[in-house]
C-alpha cells in the first residue's frame, strides 16, 4: 500500500526524518510499441507551484521546525544529532512564505547551513570565519551520500527505494531521481530498487552515485496491485481470488477491450462472440436461472450501463477480474457473476508532455458462403424439388388466387406447378430444369452482396502533468466495414481525465467519455441470402436486375392487373433492395465523473464521486419507392374488386419511414471513508465503508409509421380512407379486412438502488491478514417488505505469508508463497419477475372494438427477494526462482440460493407455475495458473509464457415441477431445468430406424414412437441426457518470445467436455415457401435408415412436413464440442534507441497481427461447434499497423 507516515530512526548519532513517498511508476517501462502516421506538435507549459510554508512559534527548537517543514513540503531533512542540538531557538512568524525564504530566516543566527537536492535537505556546520581557528567540522558532502538512478537511457526515475543494506534507513528518489542519505563508515552498500526493474547492489565508494536501472523482463508485466473498483489494495495483502490481464495483452490493438479477456484468466470463459470476436462472458459458471447473467462491468470505480463498447481499448491501464465472494462481495447485489473492473490511464505526476498514436487497419477475408449458408447443388435441389413436388406436396388448385398467388416457390417447382395445371408442356418444362441445374448464383451474391470485413481505428493520446496537476486527453476514430455490403459504422470518441491537487486537504479528479456512432444496416443478412435458390441468380447476362420472386408469378400474371395497382413492378431483388433503403442507428453516449477527496487526518480520507450516464439512440429505417417492401405494402393494401376490376388505394404512394428513440439515463452518486495507517512495522489497517445511491431510467419511443413520405421536401401522405376499423372498414387487395397504426408507442422503466457497505482489512508483521466486508442493498426490483428488501451481503477472509515466517528465510529458491481463504454471499436480480401483479396493456385501442385491451402478465411473487449466491475459496500463490515460474491454484464452491424459478403451484392460483424464489443451483471448480519467465541471453532473448486452465461443474440441487414434456426438455428453457443435471443440459430421443415405412424414436418405456404420434409421460425417463453446452474445461495459453527487437507471441484458447448439435438434414417440403435442401442431402440418400432417418419410403407421404421439425431433436445429431483455437499470432517490431533519438522519438513500433487463423475439432463433423454450419463464423484477419510516443 502507499503511505506517507512520519518515522524517527537513530542510527549512531544521526537523526534522519523522512517520508516515505508515494512510487509513481515510469512512463518509459509501458512505451513499449508506438507510431505517428500524422500528428502536429504540440506543447503544454505546466507550472509547479512553490513550496511554502507557514508557523508561527516562540522559542521553537531546530527538531520541532524542521518536523514542521517535512509535514507541509514533504522535504527530506538530513542532520547531524550535534549540529541540530547546537541550534539556537528560533522565534519566527511565517504565513506562507517560500521555503528557501523560510530558511533563510531559521538560520540567519545558526551555527548552521543548508543545502537543498532534490526533496531533501542537508545540513551542516557553517564554514569558519577566515583566519580563527575553529574545531574542525563536518560538510554535508562529508557527512552523507548523494546519487541519482536512471533507466537504461538515462531517464530519471523518480519513486525508486534506496537504502543503506542492512538497516532500514532508506529514502525515495525525488521527482530528478536523486537521493541523499547518511554516511555511516564510508564502505556502505546501497540497494536500489523500483517496480519493472531488476534491484541493483551499489557500492558507495566517496563519490556521488549515478545508479543506472535495468528493465527486469520478469517482473515487467507484473500488476502488484488490485482494484476493486472501491478500494486498491496490494496482491501480498489481498485475501479474495483476483484474476489480471498483463500489460502486453493490453498493449494488443482490439475494437473491443474485451477481445483481451479471451484466453487471459482462468475462469472467465467467452460464451458466445460474434463475427467480429466480441465475446459474452461467464465467470465461474452460471450463477442464475432468471436473473442477470452478465459481469458486471466497473470503470474508474463505477458500474456503468454501457457494454465495452464504450470503452476506448487504446486508454484501457489495468483489468482486474473480482471472482470470489472477498474479491466481489463489496458490489454486494451485483457480484454474483462475478466483476471486471477496469481502471483508465491517466498522466504521472510530473510527467513532461506526451504524446502517443496508434493507427491500425484489419482486413478479413470474405465469408465461406457454403459455410455460412450450406446448400445442396443446383443440379441436387431440382431433383429433390421435383421428388418433393411428385410425392409431398400441397398441390395447387389452379382457379384459387387467395390460396396461391402468395406461394414463395423457387422457379422449378413453379415449372412443374405449371406443367401440372397444363399451362406449359412437359418439354418446356424440362427444358426449365435442365437451364436451372446448370446455374450457380454463389459467384453474383459474393460479388454483390458480401464484402471483406475491414476495420480501421486511430487513436492520438495526450499526457502531461506537474506536481500539482495531471491531464490526459485521448481522440479515436473508427470505421468498420462489415460482411455485408452497405453495412457498417463509423465511431468518434473522446475521453478526457484530469486530476488536481487543490490544497494539501483536497484533491479533484474529473473525466469525460463522449463517444458518437453511426451504423447503416442497408446490406443483406444471413437470412435474405438463405432465402433464394443456388440457381437464382441475381443478375441477368445483360446487367439487368432478375426477378427472385416473392409470389406465385404466373398465378399473379394470369389473374391480377398488375398495371393498374399504384405500383405496376411486382419483382424483388436484394441487389436493388439494398440501394433503396437508409437504414442507420445514430448514437451518441456520454459518461461523466467527478470526485472530490478530502485528506483529513493522517491516513484518513473521505471520497465523495458522482458519475452520470446517458445513452441516446435514433433509430431511423426508410424504405424509398424503388424497394420492393414499398411496392408490396402499397400494393396489398389496396383495396381491388374482382368483380368489377376496380382499385382503391389505401396507403399513398412515396417512402415509408419507420423511426424510434431509446434513452437511458443513469446516476451514481458514493461518499466512502478510507482509512489506511500502519502502526510500527508491524500491524496495518485498510478501511472502507461509505453508502451509494444509483438510479437508472429507460425510455423507449416508437414514432407511428410514416406514410407518402418525402425525405427531400419532408412531407408525408395521409390514409385516403382513414386506417380501417369497425367504423370504417377497408379490404385489401384479396378481400381480407385492413387496418392500419396511425400511434406510436411508449415503454418506461426505472431502476433504483440504495447500498451501504463496509471493508476492513488487518495486516500483522506483514505474514497475516484477515478482511471482511459487509454490505446491505435495496431496490425497487425486490419486495417492499424490509425483511426481504435490505438484504446483506458479507464476506471473511484470511491470507498467510509463508516467506515471512522465519522457517522461510533461508529458502532462497523461492520468492513468495501465499494461502488464501475466504468465504462470503453475493447476489444478484431477476429485472422481469414483479412482487405484485402486473397486466401488460396495447398501446393502441382494438380497431374494431375502439377499446383498450390487456393482459395478465405476471401473477406476481409477493415475497420477492434478491438472488443469493455463498462462495467459499481456498487459494495458493507461489513464485519460484526469481519469478521464473509463478502462478496460483484457486478451488471453489458457489452455492445459489432463492433463485428464480417457474415453478409448478396449484391451479387454484389462476395459473399452474409462476416464477418464485425457489431453486438451488451450485457450482464447484478448480483453477490453476502457471506462468513462466525464462532469460535466454539477458535481456535481449527472453521468453514468456502464461497457461491458465480451469474447471467448473454446475448442478441444480432444488426446484419443482410438477410435469416434464418432451417439447419442454428438446426445447430448453424454464421447462428443462431438472435437479441433479446441469442446467445446460441437452437433452435428445434416441433413434429407433424405420417401421411400417415411418421413422420412430424411443418413447415412455423404450418403445418406439413414430413423428406423428404424440409422446407422453415424464420425457426425464425416455430422453437421452447429452451433456452439458457449457464447457466444463477451459484452457489459455499465450506465449511470447522476445529476440532483441522483435517481439513474436500467440494465443491457443481450448474447450474440452461439453457437446453441441450439428448441423442434419432439413428435410424440407413442398407447401408455401422455397424447397431448400441443405448439403447434408447426400448424408440422407447414401445413410442407413437404421441410424440416420431416411427421405420417406413410400410414394407420397402427405405428414412429411413433421419431420423437419423433428429431425433436429434426434440423437445423432450431438458431437463434441471440444475444441482448440488458435487465437491470435503477433509479430512486432521496435525501432532501436540509437534510431530513435536521431528521429526525436521515444518509441515507435510496427505490427502484424493474425486472429483465428485455425481451429482443430474434435467432431466428425468437422464443424466449429462455436459456430455451427449456418451460422457466421470468424474469418481469418489480418492486422497491420504502428505505435509511437514522444
Not at 101 to 116: A, R, S
Not at 346 to 374: N, Q, W
Request: proline share 5%; net charge positive; glycine share 6%.
Amino acid at each position: 500500500m502507499q503511505k506517507n507516515c512520519l518515522s524517527r530512526t537513530r542510527r549512531d548519532d544521526w537523526i534522519v526524518m523522512s517520508i516515505t513517498a508515494s512510487r509513481t511508476k515510469i512512463g518509459r517501462i509501458m512505451r513499449l510499441t508506438a507510431l505517428l502516421l500524422t500528428v502536429a506538435l504540440l506543447q503544454v507549459q505546466a507550472s509547479t507551484s512553490a513550496q511554502t510554508v507557514t508557523l508561527t512559534g516562540k522559542d521553537l527548537t531546530l527538531k520541532e521546525i524542521f518536523s514542521v517543514i517535512k509535514e507541509q513540503t514533504g522535504y527530506l531533512v538530513f542532520g547531524k544529532q550535534e549540529l541540530l542540538e547546537s541550534g539556537k531557538p528560533v522565534t519566527i512568524v511565517a504565513r506562507n512564505m517560500a521555503l528557501t525564504e523560510f530558511l533563510d530566516k531559521v538560520m540567519k543566527d545558526q551555527p548552521l547551513t543548508y543545502k537543498i537536492t532534490g526533496k531533501s535537505i542537508a545540513l551542516s556546520a557553517k564554514p569558519a570565519a577566515a583566519f580563527k581557528p575553529v574545531a574542525p567540522s563536518l560538510s554535508a558532502e562529508d557527512t552523507t551520500i548523494t546519487g541519482k538512478v536512471v533507466a537504461e537511457d538515462g531517464t530519471p526515475i523518480p519513486g525508486a527505494t534506496v537504502k543503506l543494506k542492512n538497516s532500514n534507513i532508506g529514502v525515495t528518489t525525488d521527482a530528478e531521481g536523486n537521493f541523499i542519505l547518511p554516511k555511516q563508515d564510508g564502505n556502505e552498500m546501497l540497494l536500489i530498487s523500483f517496480v519493472g526493474y531488476q534491484t541493483r547492489e551499489v557500492p558507495f565508494r566517496g563519490k556521488s552515485i549515478l545508479a543506472v536501472m535495468n528493465i527486469d523482463v520478469q517482473k515487467l508485466d507484473e500488476v502488484a496491485i488490485v482494484t476493486t473498483g472501491y478500494q486498491k489494495i496490494p496482491k501480498e495483502r489481498a485475501t479474495g481470488s483476483f484474476g489480471t490481464v498483463s500489460r502486453a495483452q493490453l498493449n494488443k490493438p482490439s475494437i473491443n477491450i474485451s477481445q483481451r479477456l479471451i484466453g487471459a484468466v482462468a475462469g472467465v470463459q467467452a460464451r458466445s462472440m460474434d463475427a467480429d470476436g466480441t465475446p459474452s462472458f461467464e465467470i465461474r459458471g452460471q450463477t442464475s436461472l432468471y436473473g442477470n447473467a452478465r459481469p458486471l462491468v466497473v470503470v474508474d470505480g463505477f458500474a456503468i450501463q454501457g457494454d465495452f463498447s464504450s470503452i476506448n481499448p487504446n486508454d484501457v491501464e489495468s483489468i482486474t477480474v473480482l471472482k470470489d465472494a472477498a474479491a466481489a462481495s463489496i458490489w454486494g447485489a451485483r457480484a454474483a457473476n462475478g466483476v471486471i473492473v477496469i481502471t483508465t490511464k491517466s498522466a504521472e505526476k510530473s510527467t513532461p508532455l506526451k504524446v502517443e498514436f496508434s493507427a491500425f487497419t484489419r482486413v478479413g477475408k470474405k465469408m465461406d458462403l457454403d459455410y455460412v449458408r450450406p446448400l445442396a447443388s443446383s443440379a441436387e435441389t431440382v431433383d429433390y424439388e421435383m421428388k418433393a413436388f411428385n410425392n409431398w406436396s400441397a398441390l395447387p388448385n389452379s382457379g384459387a388466387l387467395n390460396s396461391n398467388v402468395n406461394k414463395v416457390w423457387s422457379p422449378a417447382t413453379v415449372a412443374m406447378s405449371e406443367q401440372f395445371l397444363g399451362y406449359i408442356t412437359l418439354a418446356q418444362r424440362d427444358s426449365i430444369l435442365n437451364r436451372l441445374r446448370t446455374q450457380d448464383n454463389r459467384q453474383q451474391i459474393k460479388d454483390n452482396l458480401l464484402a471483406n470485413p475491414i476495420n480501421q481505428q486511430y487513436n492520438l493520446t495526450l499526457y502531461g502533468s506537474s506536481s500539482k496537476m495531471s491531464n490526459a486527453l485521448s481522440l479515436l476514430f473508427e470505421k468498420n466495414q462489415s460482411n455485408f455490403k452497405e453495412t457498417g459504422y463509423e465511431r468518434y470518441m473522446l475521453n478526457y481525465r484530469t486530476m488536481a491537487v487543490i490544497t494539501k486537504w483536497l484533491d479533484v479528479d474529473l473525466s469525460a467519455m463522449v463517444q458518437h456512432t453511426r451504423s447503416r444496416y442497408d446490406g443483406v443478412t444471413l437470412a435474405d441470402i438463405n432465402s433464394f435458390s443456388p440457381y437464382e441468380m441475381l443478375v441477368n447476362p445483360n446487367g439487368s436486375y432478375t426477378n427472385i420472386s416473392q409470389y406465385y408469378t404466373p398465378i399473379l400474371q394470369r389473374f391480377v392487373p398488375m398495371d393498374k395497382f399504384p405500383y405496376s413492378d411486382w419483382s424483388y431483388n436484394p441487389i436493388q433492395e439494398i440501394h433503396s433503403r437508409d437504414s442507420s442507428v445514430s448514437q451518441l453516449n456520454a459518461r461523466l465523473q467527478a470526485g472530490l477527496t478530502f485528506k483529513l487526518v493522517k491516513g484518513l480520507t473521505i471520497n465523495s464521486r458522482i458519475q452520470y450516464e446517458t445513452f441516446n439512440s435514433n433509430n431511423r429505417y426508410l424504405r424509398d419507392e424503388n424497394s420492393f417492401y414499398v411496392r408490396k405494402t402499397v400494393n396489398e393494401a389496396t383495396t381491388w374488386n374482382q368483380g368489377t376490376n376496380t382499385l382503391i388505394p389505401n396507403l399513398p404512394k412515396g417512402s415509408i419511414l419507420n423511426q424510434s428513440r431509446n434513452k437511458v439515463e443513469s446516476w451514481n452518486f458514493r461518499n466512502q471513508l478510507n482509512y489506511n495507517r500502519a502502526f510500527g512495522s508491524k500491524h496495518e489497517i485498510n478501511l472502507a465503508a461509505g453508502f451509494e445511491v444509483n438510479s437508472t431510467v429507460a425510455e423507449l419511443y416508437g414514432y407511428p409509421t410514416t406514410y407518402g413520405y418525402n425525405d427531400e421536401t419532408l412531407t408525408i401522405g395521409t390514409f385516403p380512407n382513414g386506417p380501417g376499423g369497425i367504423f370504417s372498414p377497408i379490404t385489401n387487395w384479396l378481400g381480407n379486412n385492413q387496418t392500419f397504426s396511425y400511434t406510436g408507442s411508449f415503454n418506461y422503466t426505472t431502476e433504483r438502488y440504495y447500498s451501504s457497505y463496509a471493508n476492513l482489512a488487518y495486516t500483522y508483521g506483514g505474514r497475516y491478514t484477515i478482511s471482511g466486508s459487509y454490505r446491505t442493498d435495496a431496490s425497487n426490483l425486490i419486495t417492499d417488505d424490509p425483511k426481504y428488501r435490505y438484504a446483506p451481503f458479507w464476506s471473511i477472509g484470511g491470507l498467510w505469508n509463508l516467506t515471512s515466517e522465519k522457517f522461510l528465510n533461508g529458502t532462497t529458491w523461492l520468492d513468495h508463497l501465499r494461502l488464501r481463504a475466504t468465504y462470503g454471499y453475493n447476489g444478484n436480480v431477476d429485472k422481469f419477475t414483479a412482487f405484485m401483479p402486473l397486466i401488460a396493456t396495447v398501446a393502441t385501442p382494438n380497431t374494431w372494438t375502439n377499446d383498450y385491451t390487456a393482459t395478465i402478465s405476471s401473477y406476481g411473487n409477493p415475497t420477492l427477494r434478491w438472488e443469493k449466491t455463498g462462495t467459499w475459496n481456498l487459494g495458493v500463490d507461489y513464485s519460484l526462482f526469481n519469478g521464473r515460474l509463478s502462478g496460483k491454484v484457486d478451488v471453489y464452491h458457489k452455492a445459489g440460493r432463492d433463485l428464480i424459478a417457474q415453478l409448478s403451484i396449484p391451479a387454484v392460483n389462476g395459473t399452474t407455475s409462476q416464477k418464485l424464489n425457489n431453486a438451488k443451483m451450485t457450482n464447484k471448480g478448480i483453477e490453476l495458473e502457471l506462468a513462466t519467465v525464462l532469460p535466454i541471453r539477458n535481456d535481449d532473448i527472453v521468453w514468456r509464457g502464461n497457461l491458465n486452465f480451469s474447471y467448473n461443474r454446475n448442478r441444480i440441487t432444488d426446484l419443482f415441477l410438477a410435469n416434464y414434456s418432451s417439447p419442454d426438455l428438446l426445447n430448453g428453457g424454464y421447462g428443462a431445468y431438472v435437479v441433479g443435471m446441469d442446467a445446460n443440459t441437452l437433452w435428445r430421443f434416441e433413434y429407433s430406424g424405420v417401421q411400417n415405412g415411418q421413422p420412430t424414436v424411443l418413447g415412455p418405456g423404450k418403445a418406439p414412437v413414430t413423428f406423428t404420434s404424440g409422446v407422453p409421460g415424464d420425457a426425464r425417463t425416455y430422453l437421452l441426457n447429452m451433456g452439458t453446452t457449457v464447457a466444463p474445461y477451459t484452457l489459455g495459453f499465450i506465449n511470447s518470445f522476445k529476440v532483441y527487437d522483435f517481439d513474436f507471441s500467440f494465443i491457443i484458447t481450448g474447450k474440452f467436455g461439453h457437446v453441441f448439435q450439428r448441423k442434419g438434414f432439413n428435410y424440407p417440403s413442398n407447401r408455401t415457401r422455397r424447397v431448400l435442401p441443405n448439403s447434408k442431402l447426400s448424408e440422407v440418400v447414401n445413410g442407413d435408415p437404421g441410424k440416420i432417418i431416411p427421405l420417406p419410403l413410400t410414394p407420397v407421404e402427405p405428414l412429411y412436413y413433421f419431420w423437419s421439425s423433428f429431425h433436429q431433436y434426434v440423437s445423432y445429431l450431438t458431437e463434441s464440442a471440444s475444441h482448440v483455437r488458435l487465437q491470435e499470432v503477433s509479430l512486432a517490431y521496435t525501432i532501436p534507441q540509437s534510431l530513435l533519438r536521431k528521429m526525436q522519438l521515444n518509441s515507435l513500433q510496427f505490427y502484424a497481427q493474425a486472429n483465428d487463423l485455425y481451429t482443430w475439432y474434435k467432431n466428425d463433423a468437422k464443424e466449429d461447434p462455436e459456430y455451427p454450419l449456418g451460422t457466421l463464423k470468424p474469418m481469418p484477419k489480418l492486422t497491420l499497423g504502428l505505435r509511437l510516443d514522444f
